[in-house]
């Protein structure tokens, strides 16, 4: 595989044993190996106190909405990898359910936002607990500091998160529960994770306008812009899912598009992308209309297995195709322009997906 660059990164929602600091080993990073110090801060001749520059306040209000659009992905994707873990096959992984940052995961002025907004400081804290997961269940909480796993105590300070990697991914592959120490409310509380089995994905906010999803058969990456598009949890989730779907059936890989996607999800996850890369196609090219049916079909499944409804599916992705169509560079039209021979495709599941409902059998395609 490829070693890409994942610097200057907000971070994330890293939901799989393959991808994340928490939930299996890793050498993903979210800031450079040796961390940029924090943005001078600026005192008036009276006062101590700092000021807070534009820059500054801007950085905090971005680092705000990301990490807010961030927890919601985590919370849709949550059921989608967990109850589909089987569907994923040689995908699944046993994972911690758990992302934990401190403020070395950011870099330049957003050293100062993770420190005002999110109150990090040198221990790793709970960032996300994955919705449905062993951790969620026994109650490890967003803001909870990684004290110690198995009795080992977990490191602190810049190189936390590749250091904590290589303590908890053997942990999370070789134990069904993991005793973890955490610090909470000025004292450490000992708690009994039990490991989830899931797909085995990365979920990343993409961190731009433009109305598109990518898969590169490791991860997903929904963007800003597709959020705002979808509104509804369930219409993220059919997105969520149709790119999980299309990771399990390898298509970035029978395409040899896995580089090109994967340098798209690279550069959109920064704090700042460069948005000229996204002119025109991007590089990416439209995905033939048999493998993108074939991911309709296994996402929809996927979908009423975590407990969405299918039945807005065909809707949705009709309203999408209308409001962008294909001839809009760098929509989700744009690649994936075979509507017809899609939505004949989403009819025909949901009508075996409403058959198998009505009469008790299993949801599996």
């Known amino acids: 595989m490829v070693q890409r660059n994942t610097n200057n990164r907000f971070g994330g929602l890293s939901l799989a044993a393959a991808a994340s600091l928490l939930t299996a080993c890793s050498n993903f990073q979210s800031r450079p190996t040796t961390p940029e110090p924090p943005p ?58 758990f992302t934990a940052k401190n403020k070395y995961s950011y870099t330049g002025e957003f050293v100062d936002a993770a420190q005002a907004v999110l109150n990090y400081g040198d221990r790793l804290e709970v960032a996300s607990v994955l919705s449905g997961s062993g951790a969620a269940r026994v109650g490890l909480k967003k803001g909870d500091g990684l004290v110690a796993a198995e009795a080992k105590t977990l490191p602190t300070g810049a190189n936390a ?98 580089y090109t996607i994967g340098s798209i999800i690279d550069n959109l996850v920064a704090v700042r992308p460069d948005v000229s890369m ?24 996927m979908v009423a297995r975590a407990g969405y409804s299918v039945d807005g599916a065909r809707a949705f992705w009709q309203r999408l195709a209308t409001q962008y169509p294909a001839t809009v560079l760098n929509g989700y039209t ?17 009508a075996d997906i409403r058959n198998k409902q009505a009469a008790k059998k299993p949801l599996v395609p």
């Open 161 to 258: 998160e590749t250091q904590a990697a290589a303590v908890l991914g053997p942990l999370a592959s070789s134990n069904k529960v993991l005793n973890l120490t955490v610090a909470r409310n000025g004292a450490n509380q000992a708690l009994k994770v039990p490991v989830t089995r899931a797909c085995a994905f990365k979920i990343d906010i993409g961190n731009s306008d433009n109305i598109n999803s990518y898969a590169d058969g490791q991860r997903v990456m929904i963007t800003r812009g597709m959020v705002n598009f979808a509104q509804s949890d369930e219409a993220i989730a059919y997105v969520l899912a149709k790119d999980i779907a299309h990771n399990v059936l390898g298509h970035a890989a029978t395409t040899k598009q896995a």
């Open 278 to 301: 996204l002119i025109g196609s991007a590089g990416v090219k439209p995905m033939p209309q048999d493998l993108d049916a074939a991911a309709d079909a296994l996402s929809l499944y």
């Open 334 to 350: 744009a690649v994936h322009p075979a509507v017809s021979f899609r939505l004949a495709a989403i009819d025909k599941t949901v």
């Open 40 to 97: 001078a801060v600026v005192t008036t001749a009276t006062e101590g106190a700092p000021v807070v520059t534009a820059k500054m306040a801007a950085a905090r209000t971005q680092l705000a909405q990301m990490v807010a659009l961030q927890d919601r992905l985590y919370r849709v994707a949550g059921p989608l990898l967990i109850n589909n873990a089987d569907l994923c096959r040689t995908q699944a992984r046993n994972l911690l359910g």
